[in-house]
């Protein structure tokens, strides 16, 4: 695994994460939250699977 790999594994569940904080303390809707997360999700299994 090469160091951008490890970079989008560490990154992709802490941006997830914050996602998931920001809904919980309403600051964004469910569907800005769950666009932000397949967003992330998508974008991190790109980059990793193009590395």
Do not use: D, E, H, K
Request: aromatic residues 10%; without cysteine.
């Amino acid at each position: 695994m090469s160091n951008a790999q490890f970079g989008l594994s560490v990154a992709t569940p802490i941006i997830v994460g914050f996602a998931l904080l920001l809904y919980r303390m309403g600051v964004l809707q469910r569907t800005g939250a769950a666009s932000a997360v397949l967003a992330s999700i998508a974008i991190a299994a790109v980059l990793f699977f193009n590395q």
